[in-house]
């Protein structure tokens, strides 16, 4: 059964500790993506790697960092830098091509104590 | 960069009646449109796309029109159920990269 998944799908963090949230997709796509959602708004790109060993900021990488070392995995650690982590994240990914859909994973929603 | 403009935010209709929700974007390289169904606690799902060298797709009760002159695109649900009740993801995708509108809650009400 092909996609992608999240785990955990709730997380709770103390403030002050970094914390990373797991992301693995058997779709041999070569393109992954982070993006976070916040109660009644968009999804805001924090970074995304179009190939192993290589990823670039997005919009909102401030306070975030990941790895790209496996084709199938992307993690994406919170760091105690990040002012507002409490939010739902989401993985996604696709294949290279601009015509090419962008697949989600369930989500993993973090929140902060 | 791009950006991505989503109307109405939130939108309620009778159970068979049909519901349009409209988006904008601005840059013109734009070329591939998808739309995205998000429930309550998951993770988007896409419904429906469209290419920039296509004007029209229809699946079912859903279609996506694009009017590449006028940078918008909609997405047309006939026929509405409660179980359409959701909020609704346009994007915009150049290179790489996808843009999000902001979402439509669409409430469907029996």
């Known amino acids: 059964d092909g996609g992608i998944t999240q785990s955990p799908k709730y997380l709770f963090r103390k403030e002050g500790q970094n914390v990373t949230l797991s992301c693995e997709q058997n779709l041999n796509h070569d393109a992954m993506y982070w993006y976070r959602q916040d109660p009644g708004q968009g999804l805001r790109l924090i970074y995304y790697?179009?190939?192993?060993?290589?990823?670039q900021k997005g919009d909102i990488a401030e306070g975030y960092s990941v790895s790209r070392e496996k084709k199938e995995s992307f993690p994406l650690t919170v760091t105690s830098a990040q002012k507002n982590p409490t939010a739902f994240y989401l993985c996604?990914?696709?294949?290279?091509?601009?015509?090419?859909?962008?697949?989600f994973g369930p989500g993993t929603r973090l929140t902060v104590l | 960069g791009e950006n991505v403009e989503q109307h109405p935010s939130t939108l309620s209709v009778q159970e068979g009646d049909s519901a349009v929700i409209k988006c904008t974007y601005s840059?013109?390289?734009?070329?591939?449109f998808p739309w995205y169904k998000q429930e309550l606690g998951k993770g988007p799902q896409l419904i429906i796309d469209?290419?920039?060298?296509?004007g029209e797709k229809k699946d079912q009760r859903i279609a996506v029109t694009l009017n590449k002159t006028a940078k918008h695109f909609s997405l047309h649900i006939t026929e509405t159920q409660p179980e359409d009740s959701a909020v609704y993801f346009c994007?915009?995708?150049?290179?790489?990269?996808?843009?999000f509108g902001p979402g439509t809650r669409l409430s469907v009400l029996p």
């Open positions: 996604a990914s696709s294949t290279q091509g601009s015509y090419n859909e962008q697949f």
């Open positions: 840059d013109s390289a734009s070329n591939y």
């Open positions: 994007a915009a995708r150049k290179g790489q990269n996808f843009v």
């Open positions: 790697s179009q190939i192993v060993n290589d990823f």
């Open positions: 469209i290419r920039s060298n296509v």
